[in-house]
């Protein structure tokens, strides 16, 4: 385990799937395959003073993770995400707001991160934004890693853009990355990762593409990885496991970026080949 562990900031909700409720947010299903990967993490959130939020915090308790950075808001309740799935195991989304995660405090954790995560859906509002550059400050010279997050209607980066430009690494995917980079032409990543170097002067860049792939670029270096085939079951949480699996291969190795991009894309293809964003380990799949 690290002696310092990575701070996720950001949503935890209940994604509530066509089969069944499942305890998730993206910087939660990070911390939980980050642990399952050996490198210790844990949320910085917000839930509810309800059976929901109660519920989030023994599970997360369950799990071994400390939610000592999880305030419990008395009047918003417990985020929910309402999920839809097409016939490929595509996900759409709806968030009903204003809820718990909107609100999130300062924690007081009395250690120095190594890494602090966030996504963009987390700074849909004010409160967010303020605390994440506080804490960007306060935590310096933390690295600063941001798994783009945009879900409609929560996806202008206009109210963001001043907060990517304090991060080190950038991930997202290919659609993301075509929004942000209007002037590049389609499917042209390695530009658009570059584009995206420049524009908000970060070091490293991330681009998944799904069934294509990821692609990565640091500094002025180039790394491709091809995608694992699996049959699909749902993609609901694969993305953060493809971040997870990229800091827990920096961890261990912070100079092999095409490794890491080995090991984040095989994690992403075990999550989207099992129901939920948080499904047992590989081992585990493949002993029962």
Not at 27 to 43: E, I, K, R, S
Not at 52 to 62: F, K, M, P
Request: proline share 7%; net charge negative; glycine share 10%.
């Amino acid at each position: 385990m690290s002696a310092v562990p990575i701070v996720c900031f950001g949503e935890i909700l209940w994604d509530l799937l066509p089969h069944g409720c499942c305890l998730g947010g993206a910087p939660l299903n990070v911390v939980h395959h980050l642990n399952q990967q050996g490198v210790a993490a844990v949320p910085c959130s917000a839930v509810g003073d309800d059976e929901l939020g109660s519920e989030a915090l023994r599970s997360i308790a369950r799990s071994g993770v400390s939610f000592r950075g999880v305030s419990t808001h008395l009047t918003l309740e417990t985020g929910v995400a309402e999920v839809s799935l097409n016939e490929t195991g595509q996900a759409t989304y709806r968030f009903p707001e204003p809820c718990a995660w909107d609100a999130i405090r300062m924690p007081t954790f009395g250690f120095l991160p190594t890494t602090l995560v966030f996504g963009t859906l987390a700074l849909r509002r004010g409160n967010n934004r303020i605390r994440l550059r506080e804490m960007i400050g306060f935590w310096k010279p933390a690295r600063v890693v941001c798994d783009l997050n945009l879900r409609p209607p929560y996806d202008d980066i206009v109210e963001i853009e001043t907060i990517l430009q304090l991060a080190h690494v950038i991930k997202l995917n290919d659609e993301e990355a075509t929004k942000l980079c209007s002037d590049v032409p389609s499917g042209d990543l390695r530009r658009m990762a570059q584009t995206l170097q420049k524009r908000f002067k970060v070091e490293t860049v991330c681009i998944t593409a799904g069934g294509d792939g990821a692609v990565m670029a640091v500094g002025d270096r180039w790394f491709e990885q091809p995608a694992i085939p699996v049959e699909v079951c749902d993609t609901v949480g694969a993305g953060d496991a493809f971040t997870a699996g990229l800091l827990a291969a920096w961890h261990h190795d912070p100079d092999d970026h095409q490794a890491a991009l080995a090991v984040a894309a095989g994690l992403a293809a075990h999550v989207a080949s099992q129901p939920g964003a948080q499904p047992p380990p590989v081992d585990q799949v493949k002993a029962g």
